[in-house]
């Protein structure tokens, strides 16, 4: 980097984060940031009051909105950007409304039902159900919640008096509408994509199901033509949900080349266990500085870019997934 001046990164982080568990050698994001020379500063804030507190005494020049709202109110992820909108901060990441959209998972159903792209078939309650047209199994989930797509399917209600039962408890926890959606046997595969005009996709990524739970396989063991057809469905996804910055797009894969877009996660966590790094650990991309005007940085901004040239192909036409 050139001057000498140190550029200030702020990363805002979930109070469930410990630093030292974020400020670790094997953090691909703070390690490449140190490395270019940038002060990378962790804050972990309380309320509101205490992040513009926080924000105001470091003064960042960029922060990383690495926020991960464990809370049935969705309003606190997209808030907190909106401080930084209204200070005038330049931040990597979602805007507020795309980031208050895309945690609403009925509205994101219907926008991809409108583009004719598959999801999982669904129902929303908003009361204790008197009937279903979902098949059984199915699985659920609060209609405002993030939750990663492989912890949703650990759980599946075998039938109607189940559903009732869990829909109740979901209804009194949550204080919100329920989501209800089929579960198919398949393979949970994710698609992380950087940039904005010119969009990166990353290695798709397979959550493997194990007695402990779940880990992640890393590229996915899969077809050159079905990784495609994944790549082309998640940039789409992507620039139709106005993806910026980066993004997790999740699928299921019920047999060869029938996908559904299972979730559009709008704020993935970047640590270390993440499976955006995980992702970008096997990819030819490696994060660099650029300085100049770029999506949502008016000075300076961390950006991805290309470390090594790798052609991948994008076919005109997707072709995935049924209704």
Same mark, same amino acid.
């Given at each position: 980097?050139?001057?000498?001046?140190?550029?200030?990164?702020?990363?805002?982080?979930?109070?469930?984060?410990?630093?030292?568990?974020?400020?670790?050698?094997?953090?691909?994001?703070?390690?490449?940031?140190?490395?270019?020379?940038?002060?990378?500063?962790?804050?972990?804030?309380?309320?509101?009051?205490?992040?513009?507190?926080?924000?105001?005494?470091?003064?960042?020049?960029?922060?990383?909105?690495?926020?991960?709202?464990?809370?049935?109110?969705?309003?606190?992820?997209?808030?907190?950007?909106?401080?930084?909108?209204?200070?005038?901060?330049?931040?990597?990441?979602?805007?507020?409304?795309?980031?208050?959209?895309?945690?609403?998972?009925?509205?994101?159903?219907? *926008?991809? @039902?409108?583009?004719?792209?598959?999801? #999982?078939? !669904?129902?929303?309650?908003?009361?204790?159900? +008197? &009937?279903?047209? $979902?098949?059984?199994?199915?699985?659920?989930?609060?209609?405002?919640?993030?939750?990663?797509?492989?912890?949703?399917?650990?759980?599946?209600?075998?039938?109607?008096?189940?559903?009732?039962?869990?829909?109740?408890?979901?209804?009194?926890?949550?204080?919100?509408?329920? *989501?209800? @959606?089929?579960?198919?046997?398949?393979? #949970?595969? !994710?698609?992380?994509?950087?940039?904005?005009? +010119? &969009?990166?996709? $990353?290695?798709?990524?397979?959550?493997?199901?194990?007695?402990?739970?779940?880990?992640?396989?890393?590229?996915?063991?899969?077809?050159?033509?079905?990784?495609?057809?994944?790549?082309?469905?998640?940039?789409?996804?992507?620039?139709?949900?106005?993806?910026?910055?980066?993004?997790?797009?999740?699928?299921?894969?019920?047999?060869?080349?029938?996908?559904?877009?299972?979730?559009?996660?709008?704020?993935?966590? $970047?640590?270390?266990?993440?499976?955006?790094?995980?992702?970008?650990?096997?990819?030819?991309?490696?994060?660099?500085?650029?300085?100049?005007?770029?999506?949502?940085?008016?000075?300076?901004?961390?950006?991805?870019?290309?470390?090594?040239?790798?052609?991948?192909?994008?076919?005109?036409?997707?072709?995935?997934?049924?209704?």
């Amino acid at each position: 980097m050139t001057g000498t001046i140190r550029k200030k990164i702020l990363l805002l982080v979930s109070n469930s984060i410990k630093e030292p568990d974020l400020i670790s050698g094997d953090d691909l994001l703070v390690q490449s940031m140190t490395e270019l020379g940038y002060d990378v500063n962790v804050t972990v804030f309380s309320n509101i009051y205490d992040l513009i507190e926080k924000i105001k005494a470091s003064d960042p020049d960029l922060v990383f909105n690495l926020f991960q709202n464990t809370s049935a109110d969705i309003s606190v992820q997209m808030n907190i950007v909106g401080v930084l909108e209204i200070l005038r901060i330049s931040y990597i990441g979602h805007n507020p409304f795309v980031l208050g959209l895309s945690n609403m998972k009925n509205f994101v159903k219907r *926008l991809l @039902e409108h583009k004719r792209i598959p999801s #999982i078939p !669904y129902q929303i309650y908003r009361e204790i159900p +008197n &009937s279903t047209y $979902l098949k059984f199994p199915v699985i659920l989930r609060p209609v405002n919640m993030d939750w990663p797509t492989a912890r949703i399917r650990e759980k599946q209600i075998m039938e109607f008096d189940m559903l009732k039962s869990a829909v109740s408890n979901y209804l009194n926890s949550y204080n919100q509408p329920v *989501l209800v @959606e089929s579960f198919f046997p398949g393979r #949970i595969l !994710y698609v992380g994509i950087f940039g904005n005009l +010119n &969009s990166k996709i $990353l290695p798709v990524c397979e959550a493997i199901t194990d007695k402990n739970g779940f880990t992640f396989e890393c590229p996915a063991k899969i077809d050159r033509e079905t990784t495609s057809h994944l790549r082309d469905a998640a940039l789409h996804v992507y620039k139709y949900l106005m993806g910026k910055d980066y993004a997790l797009i999740s699928f299921l894969m019920v047999k060869e080349h029938e996908i559904y877009v299972a979730d559009y996660h709008p704020n993935p966590s $970047l640590l270390a266990d993440s499976i955006f790094q995980l992702s970008f650990r096997v990819s030819n991309y490696k994060f660099k500085e650029f300085e100049g005007r770029s999506a949502g940085c008016s000075n300076i901004c961390i950006c991805f870019t290309i470390y090594r040239n790798r052609p991948f192909h994008l076919s005109g036409h997707i072709k995935f997934g049924r209704y």
